[in-house]
């Protein structure tokens, strides 16, 4: 796919996130005044996209550089919510992808600013949010995030990918990788303690909570 699109565009259009990040693209394109962004992966590199947009937006002439999705990752809820679909099965032709993101119109998506005050913040128990370099209790909710079991899965995931990202090419692979290590927590048993180390509060009013392994609090529907 990826020297498929060199072909159809300049390939100054078209940067792989593996060799050197987003930021090389946004310097070419930041005297462009209207220009459109298509993400190819799933919801972590849909949320590390964005926010990596929002460091750099004051220098950048377009503010708000629409963003499609291609996706190719493991969870493609960002994708399925704006009707981009819930994985690429290979079918439709690079052509036709970029005319639909060139005729597609664009909707505004609700992104909320989670603060943590912990002083054991860290992003490993956390899903699909970016933290800020100059403040990592401070992260834009893109999806959703959780803390619990969950949380644990996605952060072990990404470790293994980061130390060996050759063995990680494959969609179904990757799927198989995370079904099996969330069957293993599952039988393993997450924490029997986690209801009571978590609390819940709502307007002011705390939540009676029943037996849970983690929490996960939305922001699209799924």
Not at 84 to 111: I, K
Not at 151 to 161: G, I, K, V, Y
Not at 162 to 188: C, Q, T, W
Request: net charge negative.
């Amino acid at each position: 796919m990826f020297t498929a699109f060199q072909r159809l565009l300049n390939p100054y259009q078209v940067y792989s996130l593996l060799e050197g990040g987003l930021l090389s693209g946004v310097y070419a394109f930041r005297s462009i005044s209207d220009f459109r962004v298509l993400i190819c992966g799933g919801d972590g590199t849909v949320g590390w996209v964005l926010s990596c947009l929002d460091d750099v937006v004051q220098e950048m002439k377009c503010k708000l550089p629409a963003s499609a999705v291609l996706p190719l990752g493991i969870g493609n809820d960002h994708s399925r919510v704006l009707h981009w679909g819930g994985g690429y099965s290979g079918g439709e032709s690079p052509v036709s992808l970029l005319m639909a993101v060139d005729q597609a119109h664009e909707v505004f998506l609700d992104r909320w600013c989670v603060m943590f005050d912990s002083a054991d913040t860290n992003d490993s128990a956390l899903g699909s949010m970016g933290g800020r370099e100059d403040d990592p209790g401070i992260f834009t909710m893109n999806n959703y995030f959780g803390i619990g079991i969950g949380a644990e899965l996605c952060s072990d995931f990404h470790l293994q990918r980061e130390e060996e990202p050759d063995k990680f090419h494959s969609r179904l692979h990757n799927k198989g990788v995370y079904f099996r290590a969330g069957i293993k927590k599952m039988v393993k048993g997450y924490s029997r303690t986690f209801t009571q180390e978590v609390e819940i509060e709502i307007d002011g009013k705390k939540l009676d909570l029943p037996t849970l392994e983690g929490i996960v609090i939305l922001n699209i529907g799924r």
